[in-house]
């Protein structure tokens, strides 16, 4: 499978981890449940986004 095969199959192949206080992991997640939306699509439009603002994509 060629890197963009992988994109066409809209797969993701990587992770991030990272630590952050509870009650603001908690609050994040509650407030993207209240906004239907996902934690993690919203990382993700966050890094996409600053990227962009920085040049790199």
């Known amino acids: 499978m060629t890197k963009n095969d992988s994109k066409a199959s809209g797969k993701k192949d990587s992770q991030l981890v990272l630590r952050l206080d509870k009650a603001e992991r908690d609050a994040f997640v ?5 906004m239907d939306t996902s934690a993690a699509r919203e990382i993700r439009r966050f890094i996409r986004s600053f990227l962009k603002e920085n040049g790199e994509s």
């Open 30 to 34: 509650d407030l993207c449940k209240r």
